[in-house]
T-cell receptor
Framework: AQSVTQLGSHVSVSEGALVLLRCNYSSSVPPYLFWYVQYPNQGLQLLLKYTTGATLVKGINGFEAEFKKSETSFHLTKPSAHMSDAAEYFCAVEGSGGYQKVTFGTGTKLQVIP | NAGVMQNPRHLVRRRGQEARLRCSPMKGHSHVYWYRQLPEEGLKFMVYLQKENIIDESGMPKERFSAEFPKEGPSILRIQQVVRGDSAAYFC????????????FGSGTRLTVV
């Protein structure tokens, strides 16, 4: 069994400020972890993923996330927010080792204030 | 290289009618997943299919909903005798394998039941 908790359904940051979107997971097996972004009226687009190896993963559009096993977290960060980053972000977890259903969090809507 | 194609983008049905949602996976992807998205609820897994096989339908409502992925042609999500509560965005995703690859999502079908 696995689950994802995204803290904060809405986050507002000023343009140029740090973006931090929080994600905690639970999984009974070593997890694969993903962040997706969804723009209005579109599908989800993969931002980055952690599978094995380096715990700090870099994705598209300057985003990165760090897998912290001891904290069961996979928070998404970007040093400087841009107006185009305004969207909804979803964290997802999948158990490793054969087929495991991907479970998505409820999403965090990021607002960027000019 | 077309991505995941879903049609129609918008579908309006009267209560009691049937809704058929189509999904053509990305070229080279043999795994198809359907998710339903309701406002403030994130994505809910419905069903996972490979060609001619339903692998996991644990998220499908027991009645009125069915899915298929025939040998030839797109995957179909079928909802019979639609009710207002079926109104949602339905997303299809595909992947080349299970595990660490992440999903490629279509743009979704927005079903409105009137």
């Amino acid at each position: 069994a696995q689950s994802v908790t995204q803290l904060g359904s809405h986050v507002s940051v000023s343009e140029g400020a740090l973006v931090l979107l929080r994600c905690n997971y639970s999984s009974s097996v070593p997890p694969y972890l993903f962040w997706y972004v969804q723009y209005p009226n579109q599908g989800l687009q993969l931002l980055l993923k952690y599978t094995t190896g380096a715990t700090l993963v870099k994705g598209i559009n300057g985003f990165e996330a760090e897998f912290k096993k001891s904290e069961t977290s996979f928070h998404l960060t970007k040093p400087s927010a841009h107006m185009s980053d305004a969207a909804e972000y979803f964290c997802a977890v999948e158990g490793s080792g054969g087929y495991q259903k991907v479970t998505f969090g409820t999403g965090t809507k990021l607002q960027v204030i000019p | 290289n077309a991505g995941v194609m879903q049609n129609p983008r918008h579908l309006v049905r009267r209560r009691g009618q049937e809704a058929r949602l189509r999904c053509s996976p990305m070229k080279g992807h043999s795994h198809v997943y359907w998710y339903r998205q309701l406002p403030e609820e994130g994505l809910k897994f419905m069903v996972y299919l490979q060609k001619e096989n339903i692998i996991d339908e644990s998220g499908m409502p027991k009645e009125r909903f069915s899915a298929e992925f025939p040998k030839e042609g797109p995957s179909i999500l079928r909802i019979q005798q639609v009710v207002r509560g079926d109104s949602a965005a339905y997303f299809c995703a595909s992947s080349p394998r299970t595990g660490d690859s992440g999903y490629t999502f279509g743009s979704g079908t927005r079903l409105t039941v009137v």
